[in-house]
């Protein structure tokens, strides 16, 4: 028997899901919790790392926990074949990084690409917490505790499981094989790397307003749509449009599929033809708006009325998660086991130990 087939993937409780997270991440979660190419699937909800930076505004990551758990079973994670725990619950991550922090050297942090845009963007250069600088050991420590060989994540993150396998490595090196490395899985869809908000800018994010939610009402997301950043120069109907950093086209690349034109907008046989057209002029920017907000009301619609009847039974959700949480307490606390065992701090289960010592003190 080969080894298990294990993934883990997670998200920061920051804020309600949006279609950034869709596309980039949830869409494909549950094409994998689904495949049957997995034997395990544990999702988790990152409070504790969304602590390191939200650490003056505890409710903010209390409330959303909920909204985050809702938006997974919407989008069709499903307790029964995937683990879904909250990070905090599960003490002996803690116990793992302080262990794997002897592993890594300031330096090797400080290189660290993924820190280091963190860092810039949060305007944290002159004082960073030691814990979101520290966040790739934790992050090691999340992976290794599941013994997950598969981790679904943006390009973005690659640098973050580099990490994860240098840890591995260099402690199975001095402690006997012991933990798993990970390999990174990334999106098999260009389109779906990176899914800019709704004004254009690069990155979608609660504070620029800029997000569709996957709880969006269908009003919310038809205004949304219609207000969506274009071509700035496409003035007249008549005018040339272009494709390059024009939202609507890229969330119609990550949305739109042949059966869509059929359905909404038959004048044109597939996208190439309707892109063709805009750049030669003669298409305006609303009905191609138009065309995408229909797409988005059939991808968002179910996932709104499956979020409307988990919503009706909030004490059901949180007794599903106390489950997972519970589930992926056990597991981690195995690994632990194993890695307390390789480093020799495992005093009481030796009896070897001490059979050792009293030999060695010569009370035989």
């Given at each position: 028997m080969g080894k298990e087939k294990i993934i883990l993937t997670g998200d920061r409780p920051t804020g309600r899901l949006h279609i950034g997270h869709y596309v980039g991440s949830l869409k494909r979660r549950v094409e994998?919790?689904?495949?049957?190419?997995?034997?395990?699937?544990?999702?988790?909800?990152?409070?504790?790392?969304a602590l390191t930076d939200n650490i003056e505004n505890p409710e903010k990551v209390r409330q959303n926990v909920i909204e985050v758990a809702l938006d997974y079973m919407a989008v069709g994670l499903d307790p029964t074949k995937s683990t879904i725990f909250?990070?905090?619950?599960?003490?002996?991550?803690?116990?793992?990084?302080?262990?794997?922090?002897?592993?890594?050297t300031v330096s090797r942090l400080q290189r660290n690409p993924t820190v280091k845009t963190e860092i810039q963007?949060?305007?944290?250069?002159?004082?960073?917490?030691?814990?979101?600088f520290t966040y790739p050991i934790s992050q090691a420590a999340d992976i290794t505790a599941f013994k997950a060989t598969t981790v679904p994540v943006g390009e973005d993150q690659e640098p973050m499981i580099e990490q994860t396998r240098e840890i591995v490595r260099r402690f199975n090196h001095i402690y006997g094989d012991t933990l798993v490395e990970p390999e990174i899985l990334l999106p098999d869809n260009a389109a779906c790397l990176r899914l800019p908000g709704t004004d254009g800018k690069a990155k979608m994010s609660k504070s620029l307003g800029n997000c569709i939610y996957l709880s969006d009402t269908a009003d919310e997301v038809e205004k949304k749509v219609k207000?969506?950043?274009?071509?700035?120069?496409?003035?007249?109907?008549?005018?040339?449009?272009?494709?390059?950093?024009?939202?609507?086209?890229?969330?119609?690349?990550?949305?739109?599929?042949p059966e869509h034109f059929g359905r909404y907008l038959p004048d044109y046989p597939d996208l190439n033809e309707l892109k063709a057209h805009y750049t030669r002029g003669g298409l305006g920017d609303m009905k191609v708006k138009k065309f995408l907000a229909a797409i988005m009301?059939?991808?968002?619609?179910?996932?709104?009325?499956?979020?409307?009847?988990?919503?009706?039974?909030?004490?059901?959700?949180?007794?599903?998660?106390?489950?997972g949480c519970e589930t992926a307490r056990a597991t981690?606390?195995?690994?632990?086991?194993?890695?307390?065992?390789?480093?020799?701090?495992n005093y009481f289960d030796d009896a070897e130990l001490i059979a050792e010592q009293v030999k060695r003190f010569g009370q035989d």
């Amino acid at each position: 028997m080969g080894k298990e087939k294990i993934i883990l993937t997670g998200d920061r409780p920051t804020g309600r899901l949006h279609i950034g997270h869709y596309v980039g991440s949830l869409k494909r979660r549950v094409e994998l919790q689904n495949s049957g190419l997995y034997d395990k699937t544990f999702i988790f909800i990152a409070d504790a790392q969304a602590l390191t930076d939200n650490i003056e505004n505890p409710e903010k990551v209390r409330q959303n926990v909920i909204e985050v758990a809702l938006d997974y079973m919407a989008v069709g994670l499903d307790p029964t074949k995937s683990t879904i725990f909250i990070q905090s619950q599960i003490p002996e991550l803690c116990e793992l990084t302080f262990y794997y922090m002897d592993l890594v050297t300031v330096s090797r942090l400080q290189r660290n690409p993924t820190v280091k845009t963190e860092i810039q963007m949060r305007n944290f250069e002159t004082s960073i917490p030691v814990g979101f600088f520290t966040y790739p050991i934790s992050q090691a420590a999340d992976i290794t505790a599941f013994k997950a060989t598969t981790v679904p994540v943006g390009e973005d993150q690659e640098p973050m499981i580099e990490q994860t396998r240098e840890i591995v490595r260099r402690f199975n090196h001095i402690y006997g094989d012991t933990l798993v490395e990970p390999e990174i899985l990334l999106p098999d869809n260009a389109a779906c790397l990176r899914l800019p908000g709704t004004d254009g800018k690069a990155k979608m994010s609660k504070s620029l307003g800029n997000c569709i939610y996957l709880s969006d009402t269908a009003d919310e997301v038809e205004k949304k749509v219609k207000s969506m950043y274009t071509d700035p120069t496409h003035l007249k109907v008549s005018d040339p449009g272009k494709l390059e950093g024009n939202t609507v086209f890229t969330y119609l690349d990550a949305f739109c599929k042949p059966e869509h034109f059929g359905r909404y907008l038959p004048d044109y046989p597939d996208l190439n033809e309707l892109k063709a057209h805009y750049t030669r002029g003669g298409l305006g920017d609303m009905k191609v708006k138009k065309f995408l907000a229909a797409i988005m009301q059939e991808e968002l619609t179910p996932i709104r009325e499956r979020r409307k009847e988990f919503e009706k039974d909030i004490p059901a959700i949180y007794e599903m998660l106390r489950k997972g949480c519970e589930t992926a307490r056990a597991t981690a606390t195995a690994t632990l086991d194993e890695v307390r065992k390789a480093m020799k701090i495992n005093y009481f289960d030796d009896a070897e130990l001490i059979a050792e010592q009293v030999k060695r003190f010569g009370q035989d």
